[in-house]
């Protein structure tokens, strides 16, 4: 099973890139490689789609730093923006959400994840974990109204527990915390 994440940061930056006719072979429509965003300066072009301008240079406009996304991060959206073509593509939804696939098919779907309520819920979260990197378990958590801790203490609900964990797994045991595998959360999820 496949499992995606589609943010609204992929879908202000899918809306505003710049398309062509590929008339290769029998031709076929295509997003522009050289500049996706209208302008060959990708990553600024990328921070003005998502209003992360930061700091620049008064001289030459460069980007000096700062803001929200690291230029690690918008290179991370701009390729993960394959996966949400062919989400879209395949659903016919242009929406947030998490996504599932079977690893065969790519017949993709959405999660009733919203459905399912984490109100109240305080989560630790420790290793990692195989579909979910940290910061989008956190976001899911937030988005079902828990909330995330950074250590466990008596008020934490459940450690996510992934692969290679650290010393939280001993101090949600010694406190009797629940501890869940990444199966279980994705269960809660609805998923």
């Given at each position: 099973?496949?499992?995606?994440?589609?943010?609204?940061?992929?879908?202000?930056?899918?809306?505003?890139?710049?398309?062509?006719?590929?008339?290769?072979?029998?031709?076929?429509?295509?997003?522009?490689?050289?500049?996706?965003?209208?302008?060959?300066?990708?990553?600024?072009?990328?921070?003005?789609?998502?209003?992360?301008?930061?700091?620049?240079?008064?001289?030459?406009?460069?980007?000096?730093?700062?803001?929200?996304?690291?230029?690690?991060?918008?290179?991370?959206?701009?390729?993960e923006l394959e996966t949400v073509l062919e989400i879209v593509l395949r659903t016919q939804k242009f929406q947030p959400?998490?996504?599932?696939?079977?690893?065969?098919?790519?017949?993709?779907?959405?999660?009733?994840?919203?459905?399912?309520?984490?109100?109240?819920?305080?989560?630790?979260?420790?290793?990692?974990?195989?579909?979910?990197?940290?910061?989008?378990?956190?976001?899911?958590?937030?988005?079902?109204?828990?909330?995330?801790?950074?250590?466990?203490?008596?008020?934490?609900?459940?450690?996510?527990?992934?692969?290679?964990?650290?010393?939280?797994?001993?101090?949600?045991e010694d406190i009797g915390t629940d501890v869940i595998g990444e199966g279980k959360f994705l269960d809660m999820m609805?998923?």
């Amino acid at each position: 099973m496949k499992r995606f994440t589609i943010k609204k940061e992929h879908l202000k930056l899918l809306k505003n890139v710049y398309t062509s006719w590929d008339d290769c072979e029998f031709g076929a429509p295509e997003i522009d490689p050289k500049k996706p965003y209208g302008n060959s300066n990708v990553l600024s072009d990328m921070r003005e789609i998502l209003k992360d301008e930061g700091k620049k240079c008064p001289h030459c406009e460069e980007h000096l730093g700062g803001g929200k996304y690291s230029d690690d991060r918008l290179f991370k959206l701009h390729k993960e923006l394959e996966t949400v073509l062919e989400i879209v593509l395949r659903t016919q939804k242009f929406q947030p959400g998490i996504y599932i696939a079977n690893d065969y098919t790519g017949n993709w779907s959405l999660t009733n994840s919203k459905e399912i309520s984490f109100d109240n819920l305080n989560f630790v979260i420790t290793g990692t974990l195989e579909n979910f990197s940290r910061k989008d378990a956190e976001e899911i958590i937030k988005e079902k109204g828990g909330k995330v801790q950074s250590k466990v203490t008596e008020n934490t609900d459940y450690l996510v527990c992934g692969e290679r964990p650290g010393t939280k797994l001993d101090d949600a045991e010694d406190i009797g915390t629940d501890v869940i595998g990444e199966g279980k959360f994705l269960d809660m999820m609805g998923g």
